[in-house]
């Protein structure tokens, strides 16, 4: 009897493996075709290589560069009540749900139910008497159900943890929503900045000129100035006077900008006084780029986390060409007739237990062609990570260009401005005299305007340089340890039984 048991066995573990082997479907050769960038492989240009490459990276509160209080609390005030970031936010608690969701699926569900009937049995011809003909009675029944997916291919897991690191991307991306929007604080500040500069500038350029038309009102009632003077002299205000206005329009406008970034309404900006900014900070690099931009910079991030999802992902997908075996029990108690609760004593009882397996046999090339889908989309979150860095390091590139740039233009404004003082104050000064006439005094006033004004503008733009740098470089936003391992990265070469993925590791969380 034992000898006929074992042959029993025998064949039932033999049958077990065929159809094991049999329901294994081939995945053929369907894998991901686009390869990962290296960083540390990326010419980084003549840009990068000549800058001072001695700074750390940037701290999270790097417009505290600018010295400016008012803008400090700006930013605060910003970055706390942006509906941008709140958005941003609200998506990252709905991804850590999603991702609470798929990890309750490695673990046993238990389920309930109960059911309390009150029936009514009629007595006619059609039922017949019966027992229960002509009364009432209770049915009553209630059971607990019990299943646990044993995931021995890592199909649950590997799906848990691509919604984790999904959520992580989401995680990335609300950093890099806070960078952008500081960014954009910063800059609308220094516009802010600069319309006052500006409206200096024109204000004293309008002054000049309404005493330059008051002289040569003296001198033509003097008998030595004529009406040609006078008309020179009164042309250009109303146009310095428009100047004035577009300026003094320029500053509301940012008022109104800011107040917006800030997530309240235009009445907020109101309070906003004069910025004053002044940057000696100096603007040099990191001397470990590129090879730690990729955890710097939150959008490098997110795309790093897209690439592990993805992998995890390919995971799942080859995980469903293998069979699975789910364990499932079940206890029930039924009775009917009796008074409300006498089927929780009654020995009316049921169960269940015992495994379910379940395997591929012929989908008609539906997991092959799903396979190559999340294939696909492995190498489009690839392609986008590829495409992010070189992007970034493009743009850090520019700005170092633009900074070197800016600072020979500042050098340069500051001696035009000098020299444009140096010919209007000689102009005016002979035109007072009599030894020169008016015409010379609005070329050089011209001059000194066009030198003023492209002064003003270089100062702004090296000052929003810096930002734009900050930016390339992440920020201080986010920092290496919140990506991905590098292993994270690739989908299993091997798909091992009880969920072990031989070829790559799970990332760390």
């Known amino acids: 009897m034992r000898s006929r048991s074992f042959s029993y066995a025998a064949y039932a573990a033999v049958l077990t493996a065929f159809l094991t082997i049999a329901g294994c479907a081939g995945t053929g050769k369907v894998a991901p075709q686009d390869p990962l960038k ?10 990068i290589r000549a800058a001072n490459a001695d700074a750390a990276w940037p701290g999270q509160e790097w417009w505290r560069a600018y010295r400016d209080p008012q803008l400090d609390a700006w930013i605060t005030r910003a970055t706390g009540g942006n509906p941008t970031l709140a958005m941003a936010a609200a998506r990252v608690r709905e991804a850590r749900e999603e991702a609470g969701v798929a990890r309750s699926a490695l673990l046993p569900h238990v389920d309930g139910a109960m059911s309390l009937q009150r029936k009514h049995w009629p007595e006619n011809d059609f039922y017949g008497p019966g027992y229960y003909g002509g009364t009432t009675t209770w049915d009553n029944t209630a059971g607990l159900s019990l299943s646990y997916d044993l ?9 848990a943890e691509r919604a984790l ?110 910025p004053t900014l002044a940057l000696a900070t100096p603007l040099p690099l990191p001397s470990s780029l590129p090879a730690e931009l990729v955890g710097h910079r939150p959008d490098i991030v997110a795309a790093r986390w897209m690439v592990a999802a993805q992998a995890r992902g390919i995971d799942v997908a080859k995980a469903e060409f293998y069979p699975n075996i789910n364990l499932a029990a079940s206890l029930t108690q039924t009775f009917a007739g009796g008074a409300l609760l006498s089927f929780l004593t009654s020995k009316a009882t049921g169960y269940t237990f015992g495994p379910a397996l379940s395997l591929p046999i012929f989908e008609g090339g539906r997991l092959r062609s799903q396979l190559g889908a999340v294939s696909a989309q ?20 520019d700005q170092v260009v ?34 020169t006439d008016y015409v010379n005094v609005l070329i050089a006033q011209a001059q000194l305007l066009r030198a003023q004004d492209g002064e003003a503008r270089v100062r702004a733009q090296r000052l929003a340089a810096y930002a734009t740098l900050t930016s390339a470089l ?34 760390v969380k």
């Open 165 to 274: 690191d999904v959520a992580h991307v989401r995680a990335a991306d609300a950093r890099a929503a806070q960078l952008e929007l500081e960014t954009n604080v910063v800059r609308a500040y220094i516009g802010f900045s600069q319309a006052f500069a500006l409206l200096d500038i024109a204000q004293q350029t309008l002054a000049q000129q309404q005493r330059i038309a008051d002289l040569a009102e003296r001198r033509l009632k003097g008998g030595i100035g004529t009406q040609l003077e006078v008309s020179q002299a009164e042309t250009p205000l109303p146009e310095y006077e428009r100047q004035v206005d577009i300026y003094q329009e320029e500053i509301e406008l940012a008022r109104h900008q800011l107040a917006a970034l800030a997530g309240e309404g235009p009445g907020a900006g109101d309070a906003l006084t004069r």
């Open 402 to 435: 633009r900074v070197r740039s800016l600072d020979t233009q500042l050098e340069a404004s500051g001696r035009s401005v000098a020299a444009a003082r140096k010919n209007y104050d000689l102009a005016n000064a002979g035109y007072k005299r009599g030894l």
């Open 378 to 397: 492995y190498d489009v979150a690839v392609d986008h990570y590829d495409a992010t860095l070189v992007a970034a390091l493009k743009d850090i590139a």
């Open 38 to 47: 290296d960083a540390a492989t990326l010419d980084v240009g003549n840009a």
């Open 151 to 159: 995931d021995l291919w890592g199909r649950d897991d590997n799906a």
């Open 474 to 507: 992440g920020g201080g936003i986010d920092d290496p340890s919140n990506g991905p391992q590098e292993t994270a990265l690739a989908p299993a070469k091997h798909i091992g039984p009880f969920g072990s993925s031989l070829g790559a590791s799970s990332s």
